[in-house]
């Protein structure tokens, strides 16, 4: 499966995949033929803050996570550029159920 090629030296992972012969979209398409997965996205469902608190409500968790970074927002490097994933994510956090069923490989009786 061929995909966009990643800037070189600004992603460590890619370049050690690509020395072992591989790529993040092989891994994908091994996925997707594995396990039946017809899409992949990061999803943060649970955390644990600074104080030792858990956070397992996904909602509260994008909200929380959220103003987090606009209280942060002078200390991250290139927020504007980040701005859209972090958008994303809480968006994902706060509309999106995690599924945390066993993924089926297709082998199981």
Do not use: C
Request: charged letters at 25%.
């Amino acid at each position: 499966m061929a995909g966009p090629p990643h800037p070189p030296g600004r992603r460590p992972l890619y370049q050690n995949m690509a020395k072992r012969g591989r790529s993040a979209w092989d891994d994908l398409a091994n996925m997707r033929n594995q396990f039946g997965v017809s899409r992949l996205y990061p999803m943060i469902y649970a955390a644990r803050d600074a104080r030792g608190q858990e956070w397992v409500n996904q909602a509260t968790l994008g909200l929380r996570m959220a103003l987090n970074y606009l209280i942060d927002r002078p200390k991250i490097p290139h927020y504007d550029s980040a701005r859209g994933n972090i958008l994303t994510l809480t968006r994902r956090a706060v509309y999106h159920k995690a599924d945390l069923r066993p993924v089926r490989t297709g082998q199981e009786p």
